[in-house]
């Protein structure tokens, strides 16, 4: 299982070759291999808001607990927001989710996790010279690329259940894409925690959302209001509505009438 593998194509150094999506490769992971979960071992797995909303759902626990017990946070000297990666037992250095037939949280794993043994590299500003591409990360500690079935990018991106995670995942991408981190001042402590909380610990921001005076102030459609109530995905679209709307100052949310009088008053 991969460290987070999407790098910015402009200046990745490629040791392996760039695969279009019809281009093809030899792969396979089952039981019978020696190396199997290996590939869980001693891994940098960054967690996606998405993913960690999957994980959550999968193990029937809120988002607090999630981020408490199986998460770490770390702050690096040029970082520019708040990231979330996946805890490895302190004592095997193994994923918490393996067991002995495998992954148990198989069909929520996160994103990297399903595009294994791939990596992709997506530059920000595509050109005929810099654009998308893929590759297959080659481990010793793997045993499975001199046989099983022949893929094709495509085909294995659909199989492992990639296309939902990107389409969930582009919201966020866009956000931690943004021009606003290049020549924007650092987050504030406050405003770190509020990324934090509006990416990762959906169910506190949801709590937010209704027992503070956030919707006193912002106007937002009943229907949306229930569907942020109800579901988890359209509290994490609103989030980062949100905070587009708080960092980036993009018309995505929309002040009250009456706030804006009161303000005035």
């Not at 990666?85 to 095997?92: F, G, P, R, S």
């Not at 909380?197 to 937002?220: G, I, K, N």
């Amino acid at each position: 299982m991969p460290v987070e593998n999407e790098f910015a194509a402009e200046s990745v150094a490629m040791p392996w070759d760039r695969l279009s999506l019809d281009d093809r490769f030899r792969f396979r992971c089952g039981r019978d291999l020696d190396c199997f979960t290996q590939c869980c071992r001693d891994v940098t797995i960054v967690l996606t808001p998405y993913d960690i909303l999957r994980l959550k759902h999968s193990l029937k626990i809120g988002s607090e607990e999630f981020l408490e017990k199986y998460t770490l946070s770390p702050h690096f000297s040029n970082q520019t927001f708040p990231i979330v990666i996946l805890k490895m037992n302190e004592e095997t250095k193994q994923c918490p989710f393996v067991c002995a037939k495998g992954c148990a949280v198989y069909s929520d794993r996160p994103w990297s996790c399903r595009m294994y043994p791939l990596g992709s590299a997506e530059p920000k500003n595509p050109s005929p010279e810099h654009k998308a591409f893929h590759f297959v990360v080659l481990e010793e500690l793997c045993h499975g690329h001199s046989e099983g079935p022949d893929w094709s990018v495509r085909d294995w991106i659909s199989n492992q259940g990639v296309e939902e995670f990107e389409v969930m995942g582009a919201s966020f991408k866009y956000l931690t894409l943004h021009d606003y981190w290049d020549k924007g001042p650092e987050l504030t402590p406050a405003q770190a925690e509020m990324f934090y909380m509006a990416c990762y610990d959906l169910d506190r921001f949801r709590r937010f959302v209704f027992e503070t005076r956030f919707l006193e102030l912002l106007d937002v459609d009943e229907a949306r209001i229930e569907a942020i109530r109800a579901h988890d995905e359209e509290v994490l679209e609103f989030a980062i509505e949100w905070l587009r709307f708080a960092l980036f100052r993009e018309p995505t949310m929309k002040v009250r009438r009456d706030t804006v009088v009161e303000a005035k008053a």
